[in-house]
């Protein structure tokens, strides 16, 4: 371990939290994780010891507490981030929050105030950001390879629905899964949106009906700069995670495709064929997941800002807030409506 | 020619009236074009000639009283098609007549009532149903290969902009381009669209909203069956011809590509490319034509029902009616607001 | 019919006697078929019924002797076609034939020392060198756009083995088969080839043995200016008509992949596939047929040379039997051997 | 670092040395990389520097006789492999090696007989196994997804020549590049070659030829089974790193295409076009060479056979020296006449 490694405390310690120790142990030398709580004390244990971490709590005060511990990533239950980023802004700790920051825009403005006055940074952890293929699209953007920007489509499908009971408690389909695609769509265009209109349907899966939620959601969005575009998500794409975007601008279009495990094609008596695309999120956004954290290690230790902030973090919100209000009353609705 | 051909009489020397006789007279063995008519006398002419058509004339009642002809084939300018469908219809003529039957919907009704009356066979010109990609995706959907149908996307874009002076009398992006979609959309769904809400923008090329129309837009569609979709348009695809579907069904999904001229990749120290795809509709749709009309005609000769009916021009106008509404007052339109 | 429409005469009325009559007939307005002959009476009639044929006999000397065809498309069976071709010179018949002009060096040579002779332009029914993938790689070579040429790669496989009375006469896989391979070499490359070495085995399908001929088989070729390449062959790709070549050049590399009749993607539980290629060469040379004849009516017409001549004809066989004499003898042979 | 972690000595501080000491020291928890030798001293400090490796040497004497050291990977030049496999073995070291053996017969089976009698396993570093693409490739001919075998074709790319001196002493096209491909050729097929023809130009690059060796090079293959091949390898591929393989058979074919560092396609007013290819073996094999090491380390601790053994090392320069021959003596070369 490098003398000068950000040492960081983990809290949470479930599948996102896990997936994170286990980069910044493995693949991030510049990072040093030194402790890790949870509520769940088995899981904290597990993880300390799967990883290498020195020390496990339960409390999250712990680490906060600890006084080598210079920054935090908080992967525990949405409802605690903002309070917790709050008081890690207190204790003056930098901070990596998992998205959403909350899903009510008054904790999001408590938490982001506390971190303005402490001036520590806040990363908020919009991984597909650092995607290749992403990456390679906003490149176009800024290079003009395209000319403007006119109108953006965003595909987005999970190969299969969650449990019910964590849909019922996701927040919605708007503020659980779109929320990604939502910050896709500034990032990729580098403008605000200034109304949304949205449409859902439950199809094939009624019982994602029964507690309120979408199975499938298509958004429509109006940026400030009268760029337009759509973003279509599913829950029950059977051939597993599609992840796509198409940008079409004043001197040509960008899209991108699915990744897969290999590029064998298979020509017989009946098809020419593929195996399926890489099946989810921890296969598809491996790489990406490593590059956020290892931008936010390298904001920090060399004083950079980091590349996604807390307004980023606040805006996706109120774009599903937007997006959940106009599936509700069928109309278009302008963000000014959510901040107001 | 065989002797059992049917006799046709063209309504309209214009770029798809032309289109129509060549297909007409070269490649439909089972058609026999007898009567070519153009208020631009040379026009008529040249396509007479061009074609080996016995016979032209300036005024198309020539044609509608010409005792041989069997069925008009009306590709005259737009607001004519429903005053010539009523008149063919009365003298018991047999009607294929180009999208859409009109801009407004008395003057539909009034022609769909004047066919329904004489019992003559009506087909409208919805070509693109008969193209090969888009007849595999219905195919898929009525043979159950993606299950039940979840969520539509099309995507059509033109090369450029019509001139425009086109534009300014063409009825707009909804009734003028984004007419073939919302066909498209019935016909691969194969259910009844209920409501709609359009977006659009002018970016790069400010003409275009000099004469009040949209260089881009979207509608997002719901079905009768809760089905949602998109349709995207756009006049500026640098590119050429952008022509796609994607339907996600609860069992899979289908998508269609491009067509190109060839299949040819070049690798070199830049970049892996191919040529262009398939300009524009004429190179396109070239099959897709002669098969409408090749299905037209035999729908006639064998006292079949016509493919595309007078009912689906019908409905492809309301659509765009309700589009355009929509786009105007910002507002989710059902098409139930245009029939009353 | 034009007036100045160019009167043929069809020799051969089997599979590709009808193909090419109908294109004649239907696609190619600047030719006029007059008199089709074939020794089964009944294949004569119905073809020229079929297409429109206003005369039809048995005997091929009868198309010879008409005074007014000025042209013959020669399709009947190989061992015929020198024989035919001398006749036709000798009576200033200009001439289209099938592929191989015959199967030995001698007949060939005979028939074209006739066609010098008497100053008619013959034409040899290489048709892939009017596909718009094969045009498109040569266009890369002409234009510059991989450099000079290195490394030549062709493969060509039929979806089934024909019958296998059909192979026992028909002088092997390499006159038979490869020879379209040989001569799309020497055409992409626009060098002639030197020197030739064969592998070929029988796996899946022994009768192919049995009959003294090869199911799969490859050859290395070595043209005059050092251009290296190979040729792989196969009756039995079960997937269909698997028709590729790729070029790597000192600039960069062109390939070429098979063609579809539809562009549809389907994504399900299993697999990302496609519909199968198109199936055999009916369907996937359809235009190139069409475009060889118009080329050969064209340069009859207008007096312009042929695009396939009888050298080209002669030294696909030369190459052909080198690469079975190669195959006997298990060593490399050279085209100068079997010239001589 | 697991207390039961494999001790590992590494001999060759160069570039796939640092390579392999990369990877064992950060991506495979179960190896520990406790001393590295090469005699450029500073070559060795670097690596155990950057890798945190504890001890460096310039003598490989001081890795063998290191009391701990379980396992050796050497990845020293060319001409010492066999001698340092022999001493390892006789003091019971395990060994990775890297390819080829050695360049002459003899020597492989030299210290191929030591490892025989000390017992200790012996893996060859060739990485290409263990890619996702050609892994695919084998699991279908292992699963019988294409039935029976029949043509195999493999392309190998580099994207441009290696500094002419390394070419000089490199052993030529097939010792040095071409191995690979002999060695994926057998094990995809799963049998070995009996008999080779090969063919080379130099037509871009004089420099090559005036060292002797071969710009583009291409060996056809004949399996004692029947089964027939090519391989195609080029030193001059502008475009990148090309490394396909197609391989048909009796039921279908499966075909693999380049790997890429993103997916996004650009489509402009002059094409259709995305990034180059994974540019060299680095970028594009990284992954097969943690796999190929973590399964050397698996093969040690879990005393399983290794995936690539010393038969598999000799066979490739058996069948790169049969190649080279043919080349020279311009004829097709059995493998038993190298090996008598």
Same sequence: chains 1, 2, 3, 4.
Avoid: W
């Avoid at 207190?90 to 959403?100: A, D, N, S």
């Avoid at 969005?221 to 995670?241: C, E, K, Q």
């Amino acid at each position: 371990m490098p003398t000068h490694a950000l040492k960081i405390g983990l809290i949470g310690a479930g599948r996102i939290g896990r997936l994170h120790a286990e980069h910044l142990t493995s693949r991030i030398p510049s990072a040093d994780v030194i402790m890790v709580a949870d509520p769940f004390e088995e899981a904290a244990r597990s993880c300390a010891e799967r990883c290498g971490i020195p020390s496990y709590q339960r409390d999250y005060r712990a680490v906060l507490e600890h006084p080598e511990v210079q920054a935090l990533v908080i992967c525990s239950s949405t409802d605690t981030h903002a309070q917790i980023i709050a008081e890690a802004a207190q204790v003056g700790k930098h901070i990596f929050c998992e998205k959403p920051i909350a899903l009510e825009l008054a904790s999001i403005d408590h938490a982001l105030a506390a971190v303005k006055r402490s001036g520590v940074k806040l990363q908020i952890g919009f991984n597909r950001r650092f995607d290749a293929n992403y990456r390679r699209v906003r490149q176009a953007v800024e290079q003009g390879e395209i000319g403007q920007s006119l109108v953006l489509h965003i595909v987005s499908r999970d190969p299969a629905p969650p449990p019910i009971e964590y849909i019922r408690h996701s927040g919605g389909i708007f503020l659980d899964m779109m929320i990604h695609d939502f910050d896709m769509a500034r990032y990729l265009i580098g403008s605000e949106i200034e109304e949304v209109f949205a449409q859902a349907n439950v199809i094939s899966d009624p019982a994602i009906a029964a507690v309120g939620d979408a199975e499938n959601a298509i958004v429509t969005l109006r940026f400030t700069n009268d760029i337009i575009g759509t973003i279509s998500n599913s829950r029950h794409a059977v051939y597993g995670y599609d992840q796509r975007v198409e940008l079409l601008g004043s001197a040509g279009a960008i899209s991108t495709e699915n990744n897969y495990s290999n590029t064998a094609i298979i020509s017989d008596a009946h098809s020419v064929r593929r195996d399926l695309p890489l099946h989810f999120f921890l296969e598809r956004y491996t790489e990406s997941f490593i590059a956020e954290m290892t931008a936010f290690v390298d904001a920090i230790l060399n004083d950079k800002p980091v590349p996604v902030n807390g307004h980023d973090g606040r805006m996706a919100v109120i774009i599903a807030l937007a997006a959940h209000r106009s599936l509700v009353e069928n109309r278009p609705v302008r963000l000014s409506e959510i901040e107001q």
